[in-house]
């Protein structure tokens, strides 16, 4: 089933798809990609995001983001500007639905627990995280593990935030689990991602940035007033306040935040249409072989963008109140990891019989992908379940 024939000729289009590792037949009624889409709703992983925060722990209130209202959110946007833009949306859809799958509990700070107690096995990655649990975690088929998506999904899932080797990558190794998989399923992590991958990517950073203000303002951790001197926030903030003098201040921030949204989405289609009139690409592979990415910000959006990461690092997730949080987050995950790397047999039966002896590279990696996959509510409880004398054990 193919998708409309309006798509842009670089946009990733289902009949030309590379394919899944494991062959299947392909579908009467779905695309590869809205297959690909409905396998990553349904799985466990997706599930578990329900109960995995952005920033504030899962019991802090029932207003702020988790991962999952996050990641829809995501795909809105990812969604409206590949309309926009004729690329496909349905693989915009399942890289956004896809993008937050390896995060661990407790958000950033989760993740950098696991990254310390990883380091002497080969380090912790949520992006090779996500690849794991797609390629091989998710065990819900007959005939194969992960989810066998298709080489693009997979692709966009590992590249989003470019190459990951080559002249135009960081320069940084690219992880363990990456590297492994690419030897048996070639993915050119040399080259950029699909168009798609790239605008998902900078949903994203729409999305949580925003987003971010949002949950800030009504945590209190900052004000409005606060807002004032941030580049293109601060105005905005300004021209409602004047436009809606009596408004609410709910109804301000929400209106706040809806135009800032729309601001960056508009600067993302003008600066992405720029490029692709520069550019002038004819296919997909076009867009990967290039040496820049192909959808991006303007340069003066991305130093509003610096700006008001800047202001949220220091005045929301230094804030005091988050420290606490995030130091008892850190905790728990180092607490875990350290106990059941060093006594796998405390691993619930179906983790213990993939992990191998005590302190090992092989125990490690299972015991930070059963630590990873855990949601807020689950670390807290194993956490009580094994370091509580009188807790029950189960």
Avoid at 288 to 316: C, Q, T, V, W, Y
Wanted: net charge negative.
């Amino acid at each position: 089933m193919n998708d409309t024939p309006s798509l842009a000729p670089f946009a990733c289009r289902p009949e030309t798809s590379r394919g899944r590792l494991y062959d299947e037949p392909e579908s009467a009624t779905r695309s590869p990609f809205q297959r690909d889409r409905d396998r990553i709703i349904h799985s466990a992983a997706f599930r578990r995001l329900e109960y995995k925060t952005q920033v504030f722990v899962n019991h802090e209130g029932d207003f702020f983001r988790t991962r999952l209202t996050h990641s829809l959110e995501v795909s809105q946007i990812a969604r409206s500007v590949c309309r926009c833009l004729n690329l496909n949306e349905d693989i915009a859809e399942a890289l956004a639905l896809a993008h937050d799958l390896g995060h661990t509990p407790f958000g950033h700070a989760g993740e950098d627990a696991l990254q310390e107690t990883m380091a002497p096995y080969g380090g912790f990655d949520h992006n090779a995280q996500s690849l794991r649990i797609i390629t091989l975690l998710e065990k819900r088929y007959a005939e194969f593990d992960g989810l066998n998506l298709t080489w693009e999904t997979i692709e966009g899932v590992v590249k989003h935030n470019g190459p990951l080797t080559g002249k135009n990558s960081s320069d940084k190794q690219p992880p363990n689990a990456i590297i492994e998989y690419n030897q048996k399923h070639d993915l050119e992590v040399n080259t950029f991602a699909s168009a798609e991958a790239q605008v998902a990517s900078l949903s994203d950073d729409i999305a949580y940035n925003n987003h971010d203000i949002d949950d800030g303002l009504r945590a209190g951790l900052f004000t409005i007033n606060d807002l004032k001197d941030v580049p293109l926030v601060g105005p905005v903030f300004n021209e409602v306040q004047k436009n809606y003098p009596d408004i609410e201040t709910s109804r301000m921030i929400h209106e706040a935040v809806r135009r800032l949204i729309g601001m960056m989405v508009d600067d993302l289609l003008e600066e992405t249409q720029r490029r692709v009139a520069d550019a002038k690409p004819k296919t997909a592979q076009d867009v990967r072989d290039l040496s820049e990415p192909i959808a991006g910000f303007s340069d003066k959006m991305l130093s509003h963008d610096r700006d008001l990461k800047k202001f949220l690092f220091d005045n929301m997730y230094r804030h005091y109140k988050l420290n606490r949080m995030t130091s008892k987050a850190r905790r728990v995950v180092r607490d875990l990891f350290g106990l059941l790397v060093s006594e796998p047999e405390c691993l619930p039966t179906e983790w213990r019989a993939m992990a191998g002896e005590p302190n090992t590279a092989a125990t490690a990696q299972i015991v930070a992908d059963y630590v990873a996959g855990m949601t807020d509510r689950y670390a807290q409880d194993e956490h009580r379940r094994l370091f509580d004398v009188q807790a029950r054990t189960s």
